[in-house]
């Protein structure tokens, strides 16, 4: 029986591939289970692959969590690969809590996803461990009793580490505990994701009121105001020149508190038009998801 099961949603088998091969390196013998989506022909060795087809990360780690024979059940991504030592310290780390976990880290990658790490590294985050457990790094002793939200579209953890709280139960945040988790590089794909994140905001904002905050609301009000600075142009085009320059500003300005929190002034170039293309997206998300039917 194993003590450890490692669980991983998958639809990359070009990035499945390097995660298991980095995972075999484990010091601590595990269980691997590989959840993909109904009728890949992806199988390997030693890994046991779970079809299913829920169409969302939650759906998949608890189809995933049904197949497990360990007692800590770990949730990774096909994105990520690992030290040595990892299941090791997520071992000790659990014993006396019920969700322990650790930080993804930016271990090389593009200047775009190292420069998009700066911004990770500037969060001020309040110690609560709920706020700081990565979907890609934790570890949990709850399963079959708990379980994620399959409804949940995308930061199906947030929800999960919130609700577990308000039940009582122990959640443990340990820095030392890392895994290697490159970044979206390119603005494209960068766009997409955090499109995706304000869609799963609003329903998460839905379900939970409390979620809600500051950006929740300036994000969707600065895309609302630029789309109608731009229609009123032909009517007013010193207020549409006002409102731009105050964005321009703001997209100048905030990254220069991302350089004073991380000390490298190297990456505020990009950090400029990044910020830019991360809070429209989000605003954008949040916008669809307001309008959108919840599921």
Excluded at 29 to 53: D, L, M, Q, W, Y
Aim: aromatic share 12%.
């Amino acid at each position: 029986m194993f003590m450890t099961s490692v669980i991983i949603p998958s639809k990359s088998r070009h990035l499945l591939e390097k995660c298991l091969d980095s995972l075999a390196k484990q010091t601590k013998k595990h269980e691997t289970i590989v959840v993909v989506p109904k009728g890949s022909a992806f199988r390997r060795k030693g890994v046991t692959v779970v079809e299913e087809n829920t169409g969302t990360r939650a759906g998949a780690c608890n189809a995933g969590a049904r197949h497990a024979k360990g007692k800590i059940i770990v949730f990774t991504d096909d994105d990520c690969t690992f030290p040595e030592d990892w299941l090791e310290k997520i071992e000790k780390a659990i014993q006396n809590v019920d969700v322990a976990g650790g930080d993804d880290i930016q271990k090389d990658g593009t200047y775009f996803q190292r420069a998009l790490y700066q911004i990770d590294l500037a969060k001020n985050f309040s110690g609560c461990p709920e706020h700081r457990l990565r979907g890609c790094n934790t570890a949990y002793k709850v399963f079959p009793k708990e379980q994620f939200d399959p409804k949940m579209t995308g930061i199906e953890e947030t929800e999960f580490h919130h609700r577990l709280a308000r039940k009582g139960y122990k959640l443990k945040f340990d820095p030392s505990i890392i895994v290697y988790h490159d970044r979206r590089n390119g603005f494209r794909p960068l766009f997409k994701r955090l499109y995706t994140n304000g869609i799963s905001r609003m329903q998460l904002i839905k379900k939970d009121k409390s979620f809600a905050g500051m950006m929740d609301i300036i994000a969707p009000l600065a895309v609302m105001i630029t789309l109608f600075s731009f229609a009123s142009y032909l009517i007013n085009p010193l207020y549409t020149a006002l409102w731009l320059s105050l964005l321009v500003l703001y997209f100048l300005l905030k990254p220069v508190a991302i350089v004073l929190r991380t000390k490298n002034v190297k990456y505020y170039p990009i950090l400029v038009p990044i910020t830019a293309v991360r809070e429209f997206a989000f605003g954008l998300g949040i916008l669809r998801g307001f309008f959108r039917k919840s599921l």
